[in-house]
């Protein structure tokens, strides 16, 4: 210990003298001189001390010092020690470029002068504790850099990683899976009711429970599973290597978990979780949508009660399976022309005379057929499709426009329906500028509909979007007024040109049932007083005509003229009524004898028959027995496991015997693709009735 701090120095010589000597010039407080009479000695303290510089003699019986200092500098320890090569004058100039070549660092010649033999040794020496200080820093620094990156891809509270080392972790799982064609479990895991933890006993306390959530996720889950804190009461794991039933395993096994109690001081808390689990590749392809995925199935287990799971595609039935595959081919529609447009005429009631027509968009589906708007729109606007498709409805209309112009026929409005997405955008307004330019259509041939559940919650921004819409010409129209807040705020504040009231209320009107005449006479005497017109939508008969025409109504819309109409028909449409058009024109119109809405001219899901049609097939097909068919029904549904034993009374240990039996006869691997082969079943069945 009494050399502890000191810088250790090694002299090399065989004669004691020399050594002697050597120690009585260079000596001093700081170092701690060790020495040694041959090679063989030197190498045995080299194994033993971190020496600063070496005083190697040369020409010594047995190990020289050449080959001395061959043998330091191959070892990876001692490679970088200084040597200093102590040698007779007379040595030639051929073993002195020996010695460089085998390492020595200089020389010093017997004898020697000891003012220069010192001042080496204490260069080499503040050269060493140079080293030796920037080790230390670059040591400080990398266990810096540790704590750093640490807390860079760590949770400050919990210790557990955070959201930064998930998304890393994500990508690289999901490469894995890939790579090895496997699966991969997300499980989405939410607190409930945390934030009256937090109000109520403090944020000091919500962390304390923090942390134990933390310690015991990471001792329910597996060892490979990954725990990461999302942020706030919001945790997520990853599951390698693990399918549908493995991931739905290790959720049970979390909410049971959850039933113990977490103690921490004096208190006793009872926290329930609810949980979004995904599948990968079946819930997603890439680390983005497998985690929306994920939080989808979450907010749906919160919205049905918590303290539950949700699997993404569980609760999958035919139906949510269909939308699901809608969702990829509605990106494909515009490129493949799957898309067109019908136009349904507006007639004036007074004169009789087509005055406008609304363009409506279809979309017809290579392997469905027809696809009802009401299935598929709602489906592109969340996916923010909306805004490409409604552009392409822009541009067609004005493409159809221009054809209809250059056919010899008047120009006439036609308006589109546009979705609420627009009226916040940016650069809207230049869109349909520039769209309307390209075309060369007057903006006076251009109605725009909005509905009042896009003016909501958007009021100011709307407004002035709608403001601009209309000083360049463009008709606006409120639509489905009645059916929302049917605010008089909103017909004081905004640009109409017209209301549209809704077709509830016009099927209605001979009935009087829920007032509808009150109400529809109310709506038309009131946009009479702005100086709104007024269009009626789904007339249908004569009666509801009749006393639109009482009510003084502008315009009607509905199959007492004419159903939704293709381009060449509605050129056909508009000849074949100004031929017959006079005072009772509606009345030899076939159309008007209709008692009830006829039926829409799209489908809307899956039929019912056809689906119980291939439900049973598949049973014949694959031998499933009856109470697999039963079991299987409900997969179809949508049902949980659980949900599946409440039904049919049976516990959940014989549902999962009874589910890897007929998956296993189906030769699939998961629930999802069993309702994908229920759904191709019902395509085919669908092509052969077609």
């Not at 020409?59 to 080959?67: E, H, T």
């Not at 266990?143 to 919990?158: P, R």
């Not at 304390?208 to 999302?230: N, T």
């Not at 541009?395 to 627009?422: D, T, Y």
Request: aromatic share 8%; net charge negative.
């Amino acid at each position: 210990m009494e050399n502890e701090g000191k810088v250790n120095i090694l002299l090399v010589d065989d004669r004691p003298e020399n050594l002697l000597a050597l120690e009585a010039i260079i000596e001093r407080e700081e170092y701690h001189l060790i020495k040694a009479q041959s090679g063989e000695e030197a190498l045995k303290h080299l194994l033993k001390y971190d020496f600063a510089v070496i005083l190697l003699d040369v020409q010594m019986p047995g190990m020289d010092g050449f080959s001395t200092a061959k043998i330091i500098k191959a070892r990876e320890k001692t490679k970088n020690i200084p040597i200093l090569f102590i040698t007779a004058n007379n040595m030639d100039s051929e073993h002195i470029f020996m010695g460089y070549s085998v390492g020595a660092i200089d020389y010093i010649l017997k004898p020697f002068d000891p003012m220069i033999l010192k001042s080496k040794v204490e260069r080499f020496v503040e050269m060493y504790r140079l080293r030796q200080q920037l080790q230390a820093q670059t040591n400080a620094l990398e266990e810096k850099n540790k704590v750093i990156e640490h807390m860079a891809f760590h949770d400050g509270l919990t210790g557990l990683p955070n959201r930064r080392m998930l998304n890393e972790q994500l990508v690289t799982n999901i490469h894995r899976a890939k790579a090895a064609n496997k699966s991969l479990g997300i499980l989405f895991i939410d607190l409930d009711r945390f934030k009256y933890v937090n109000d109520s006993l403090g944020h000091l306390m919500g962390d304390r429970i923090l942390i134990e959530v933390s310690k015991r996720l990471s001792s329910i889950v597996r060892e490979g599973d990954f725990v990461a804190r999302a942020g706030g009461d919001e945790f997520i794991i990853l599951l390698p290597n693990t399918d549908r039933e493995g991931s739905l395993e290790v959720a049970e096994n979390i909410l049971h978990a959850f039933k113990a109690p977490f103690l921490i001081n004096q208190y006793e808390f009872y926290i329930t979780t609810s949980i979004g689990l995904a599948v990968f590749p079946y819930d997603g392809d890439d680390s983005n949508t497998i985690i929306k995925n994920a939080d989808a199935a979450l907010y749906r287990a919160k919205e049905q009660g918590k303290n539950k799971y949700k699997v993404f595609h569980t609760g999958m039935n035919i139906q949510s399976y269909r939308t699901f595959l809608m969702q990829n081919d509605l990106r494909k529609a515009i490129a493949r022309n799957e898309f067109s447009l019908v136009y349904q005429p507006r007639v004036h009631i007074e004169s009789g005379k087509v005055m406008s027509a609304e363009a409506l968009l279809r979309w017809n589906h290579p392997e469905w057929g027809p696809v009802s708007p009401e299935e598929f729109i709602p489906i592109a606007e969340e996916m923010g499709l909306i805004l490409e498709i409604d552009e392409w409805v822009l541009k067609s209309v004005c493409e159809q426009i221009n054809r209809w112009k250059e056919l010899g026929l008047p120009s006439m409005r036609i308006a589109i329906n546009f979705s609420a997405q627009h009226f916040v955008q940016r650069n809207f307004i230049d869109q349909i500028q520039t769209i309307l330019h390209d075309a060369r259509i007057a903006p006076e041939l251009i109605e725009i509909e909005i509905t009042e559940t896009a003016i909501l919650g958007n009021e100011a921004i709307v407004s002035q979007t709608l403001t601009q819409i209309r000083q360049m010409g463009i008709m606006i129209s409120l639509d489905d007024y009645g059916t929302g807040y049917s605010s008089l705020t909103y017909l004081k504040k905004f640009p109409f040109d017209t209301i549209k009231i809704d077709h509830s209320f016009i099927q209605d009107l001979a009935s009087n049932e829920n007032n509808s005449r009150v109400i529809v006479e109310s709506i038309i005497w009131l946009a009479r007083q702005l100086n709104m017109k007024v269009i009626a939508e789904g007339v249908e008969r004569l009666d509801q005509l009749k006393l639109l025409t009482e009510f003084q109504c502008n315009e009607v819309q509905g199959y007492i003229y004419s159903k939704p109409l293709k381009p060449e028909d509605f050129i056909k449409f508009l000849s074949a009524y100004g031929e017959q058009r006079a005072a009772e024109q509606p009345k030899t119109n076939a159309a008007v004898e209709h008692t009830s809405k006829p039926k829409p001219d799209v489908e809307i899901g899956v039929n019912k028959d056809i689906l119980k049609h291939a439900i049973n097939q598949i049973k014949i097909e694959n031998s499933l027995s009856n109470r697999e068919l039963d079991v299987f029904r409900l997969i179809v549904d949508g049902l949980s496991n659980k949900e599946i034993s409440e039904h049919l009374v049976i516990s959940e240990h014989t549902v999962k015997n009874h589910i890897t039996n007929i998956l296993s006869k189906l030769n699939v691997s998961d629930r999802v693709h069993a309702i994908a082969l229920v759904y191709e079943t019902c395509i085919h069945q669908e092509s052969i009735k077609n």
